[in-house]
């Protein structure tokens, strides 16, 4: 099992910066895809930011390109997500995801993830 715990959350005004942290226990995550998503109420959770497990490639939500980082560091088994320029429609709970297969590929449906944060929220004041 992988247990992950995310942090960084927190209440900001627009135009401000945040950077949510993941650190993943339990088992070795450095062969794997990680993701961070995010989920409004009512709404589909959805893929905001994803990185191979070499950190090679990365991909990101449209909404989010040119705004958002996403990185990692095996090392520390952290993956790690700096959010600039944020924006009231950025507010969400976000969560860490762990896609459990070798694979050097991104994957955008939480469904192809496997392990999941218990998720950290993010208010953006106008």
């Known amino acids: 099992q992988v247990q992950l715990v995310e942090s960084g959350g927190g209440l900001v005004q627009a135009g401000d910066s945040l950077r949510l942290s993941c650190v993943a226990s339990g088992r070795p995550v450095n062969s794997f895809t990680m993701a961070w998503f995010r989920q409004t109420p009512g709404k589909e959770r959805e893929f905001v930011a994803g990185i191979t497990w070499n950190g090679g490639r990365t991909n990101y939500a449209d909404a989010v390109k040119g705004r958002f980082t996403i990185d990692r560091d095996n090392s520390k088994s952290m993956v790690y997500l700096q959010m600039n320029s944020l924006k009231p429609e950025d507010t969400a709970v976000y969560y860490c995801?762990?896609?459990?297969?070798?694979?050097?590929?991104?994957?955008?449906?939480?469904?192809?993830?496997?392990?999941w944060g218990q998720g950290t929220q993010v208010t953006v004041s106008s």
């Open positions: 995801a762990l896609h459990w297969k070798p694979i050097v590929t991104i994957p955008v449906s939480p469904n192809e993830y496997t392990y």
